[in-house]
């Protein structure tokens, strides 16, 4: 069954969601996602730092349209005055503001912000009270368990995000350590489903329709924020509301995979020009092609690629080889 996820006065018209992904969730893969059923698409990660200089490519990050609606923006900092005065910032730009707390990249933790939050709960609570002060906007947290093994923090975390208004959260269940090694512990969703009272988000290990029901059942989790999942399987959203509805997913045909190609390159285009655009959709076409006969061939012809046009032919050559 299809269900509504109500995350403070936003209420989403499902419970499938789009994670924030740096050099991802721009606009173009956002619509894509929402195409296919998201019904809460994030931008990338954006620096308070940044928005508090004022900074073009920081506001460039929150470029959207009509159509991308709901919007959830994520900021990453360490200070609560700088999170504080970006909250306010961006409040026009979007609908939910989410503060990134789980984060592993080293050059992120080391200016104290990401996951290194986790580590110190006191400084956690202090940014959060002052961002949620300083907003209106649903709020809510994306946290790892902890730094490490023997620093397991997210229920300590979590009870105190809720204490300090927070509408929902959001676990990716490995620890700063392991980064995005090892297998995703979703039993820590399911304990902190039962430990707090706002709504809880999974995330971690979401590759298809079926990974994403098994999270639902085992953890009871409110919601999915479906991240490197999504990287050229924008299906995975709508094969989940098709198992959903108790019918059988259909996986997408080569004239659906070559269209959402095509549909993604031409609004990156739009958006970006083609010299800059051409560049970015490298890694993204590749996805597209990504488990499929000749993929490794297709990529590298895609790899050398300057133009547009010749990015079309090829993945029209590609998907039109009599797939079925």
């Excluded at 098994?214 to 709508?238: H, K, Y």
């Amino acid at each position: 069954m299809i269900n509504k996820l109500a995350i403070g006065a936003l209420t989403l018209k499902n419970n499938l969601i789009l994670a924030p992904m740096a050099g991802i969730t721009d606009l173009p893969q956002r619509l894509i996602a929402r195409e296919y059923g998201a019904s809460l698409c994030f931008t990338e990660m954006v620096s308070a730092h940044g928005l508090a200089r004022n900074g073009r490519k920081s506001f460039e990050l929150l470029r959207s349209a009509p159509e991308d609606k709901p919007l959830g923006i994520q900021l990453f900092g360490e200070d609560p005055d700088l999170l504080a005065e970006a909250a306010r910032a961006v409040e026009e730009y979007g609908d939910l503001i989410d503060i990134n707390m789980g984060c592993p990249v080293k050059k992120v933790v080391n200016s104290g912000a990401g996951s290194a939050l986790i580590r110190d709960p006191r400084k956690a609570e202090s940014v959060i009270r002052a961002v949620r002060k300083a907003t209106g906007l649903p709020l809510t947290v994306k946290i790892r368990t902890g730094w490490s093994a023997r620093e397991s923090t997210f229920l300590e975390i979590a009870r105190m995000a809720e204490q300090e208004g927070c509408d929902a959260i959001t676990l990716h269940p490995r620890n700063r350590a392991e980064m995005f090694g090892n297998k995703a512990d979703w039993s820590r969703i399911a304990e902190l489903k039962s430990s707090v009272g706002i709504p809880v988000i999974g995330s971690g290990d979401l590759f298809s329709a079926r990974d994403v029901m098994e999270m639902l059942g085992q953890t009871g989790c409110d919601g999915v924020m479906v991240a490197r999942g999504v990287l050229g399987n924008p299906w995975i959203f709508s094969e989940t509301l098709a198992l959903l509805s108790g019918e059988e997913p259909r996986p997408p045909s080569p004239t659906e995979r070559l269209g959402a190609a095509l549909r993604h390159m031409e609004t990156l285009v739009g958006l970006a020009g083609e010299e800059t655009a051409v560049r970015e959709l490298r890694k993204h076409l590749a996805w597209y092609t990504k488990g499929l006969p000749g993929a490794a061939q297709v990529r590298d012809a895609i790899n050398r690629s300057e133009k547009k046009e010749d990015l079309v032919k090829i993945l029209q050559t590609f998907f039109g080889q009599g797939r079925q």
